[in-house]
């Protein structure tokens, strides 16, 4: 198993996935992110050997609580449309071998998945609410991704449906 931290979770992935903590990557922070102000980038990138190409962004609420779940929606929209925007210069550009491979497996997929890994505290109380409805929060989603993936996924630690990595 291949082994990833985003924010204090641990992702445990297949050892025969391409995965990538995009936001870490010397080619977004060094080039992309630099082109101008406001350009967001998604967590991690993940390219199984089936050609699907997994697109993740990571919230983990337990501890600070957010204030706007209206807005969450739209953030992903823009991360993961910065993020694909920025796969094929990428592929051709970038100078760590790892991000190029990676970027190069994105390009040749078959199909986008979206994911969001949502943690929010388990019990809902004044200090720490659970102030986003998952179900809400993936309509949103998969009303501005339609073009990319019609069927992104909201998951925490407790609901993976499904999916083929584990998160701790």
């Known amino acids: 198993m291949q082994l990833i931290d985003v924010d204090g979770l641990c992702f445990e992935f297949p050892?025969?996935?391409k995965i990538g903590k995009y936001d870490d990557w010397s080619f977004y922070r060094n080039?992309?992110?630099?082109?101008?102000?406001?350009?967001?980038?998604?967590?991690?990138?993940a390219a199984d050997p089936n050609k699907t190409t997994w697109l993740?962004?990571?919230?983990?609420?337990?501890t600070n609580s957010r204030t706007?779940?209206?807005d969450l929606g739209e953030e992903i929209a823009h991360k993961v449309f910065d993020t694909l925007a920025a796969i094929i210069p990428a592929k051709i550009h970038a100078t760590d071998s790892n991000e190029q491979q990676l970027a190069r497996a994105i390009s040749t997929s078959h199909e986008l998945r979206v994911v969001l890994?949502?943690?929010?505290?388990a019990k809902h109380s004044k200090l720490r609410p659970r102030a986003i409805n998952p179900a809400d929060v993936q309509q949103k989603i998969r009303q501005l991704l339609k073009p990319v993936d019609a069927h992104a996924l909201v998951v925490e630690m407790e609901e993976m449906r499904g999916l083929a990595w584990h998160v701790s």
Do not use: A, T
């Not at 993740?56 to 337990?62: F, H, L, P």
């Not at 890994?117 to 505290?121: K, N, R, S, V, W």
């Open 117 to 121: 890994h949502l943690e929010q505290p």
């Open 68 to 70: 706007k779940p209206s």
């Open 15 to 17: 050892d025969d996935w």
């Open 31 to 45: 080039q992309v992110s630099r082109m101008w102000n406001g350009i967001k980038s998604l967590d991690l990138l």
């Open 56 to 62: 993740i962004e990571v919230k983990d609420y337990r």
